[in-house]
């Protein structure tokens, strides 16, 4: 029987690479997004992500989100995230990172590939998402996470559901202007305790060993 892992099941835009960087400063191996440009993507996603799924020990961003049904009956005992943002805010955010640009991956999510001037359905499309989830873990309070990151929340819920210590530092918001960067440098910082804002060390900390990234 396979055994459980996390998967991190919210849409784009809620703080989901994040979440992959605190996974990452906890030890696991962490999948990233996988396929967004593949024009065959909402045909091959399934056969896609479960290449990858033996390889790592956590997964987000897309496909993931799409996948949770078939991923919990593949991987008995996993944990699930589901990252959540205030509806305006993520729109907003959608809007301004993606704009008018086409993916095959949001065309497979939304129908449309792009979500300025489809505000309504992106938001509707996003929403259907949280309510199936809530409703598919409804009895299972052990098994989900609900995660609100741009509220401030981060390892006082996260670090209790996988049942791991709080780590010494500041949970990390990637796109937060004073976390620029790519998320792997971020954590290579505040894992060797390096100040982002002055390059200054502040806090000796040990960097986890044997981690995938």
């Known amino acids: 029987m396979a055994s459980g ?3 991190c099941i919210g849409f784009h ?3 989901t690479k994040s979440l992959g960087a605190a996974l990452r400063i906890l030890g696991y191996s962490v999948c990233g997004p996988i396929g967004t440009r593949d024009s065959d993507i909402a045909s091959k996603a ?5 290449s990858y799924t033996d390889k790592f020990d956590a997964f ?3 496909p993931w989100p799409l996948l949770y049904k078939d991923l919990d009956r593949s991987y008995p005992g996993s944990k699930f995230i589901l990252t959540i943002r205030p509806m305006e805010s993520w729109i907003k955010s959608a809007v301004n990172h993606f704009g008018t640009e086409d993916t095959p991956m949001r065309k497979w999510i939304y129908t449309v590939g792009h979500p300025a001037g489809n505000e309504l359905l992106y938001m509707n499309r996003h929403l259907s998402h949280i309510v199936d989830v809530l409703l598919y873990f409804k009895n299972r309070p052990d098994d989900l996470l609900v995660l609100n990151i741009t509220s401030g929340e981060g390892w006082e819920k996260l670090c209790p559901f996988l049942n791991k210590p ?3 530092i500041p949970f990390l918001n990637v796109n ?3 976390y620029r960067g790519t998320p792997h440098s971020l954590e290579e910082r505040h894992v060797s305790g ?3 804002r002055d390059n200054k060390r502040t806090v000796k900390i040990t960097p986890i060993s044997n981690r995938r990234l």
Do not use: R, Y
């Not at 399934?46 to 479960?50: G, M, P, W």
């Open 176 to 178: 937060k202007g004073e």
């Open 194 to 196: 390096t100040s982002s």
């Open 13 to 15: 835009k809620t703080g």
């Open 166 to 168: 709080i780590p010494l």
């Open 5 to 7: 892992k996390i998967f």
């Open 60 to 62: 987000q961003d897309n």
């Open 46 to 50: 399934h056969q896609l992500a479960f």
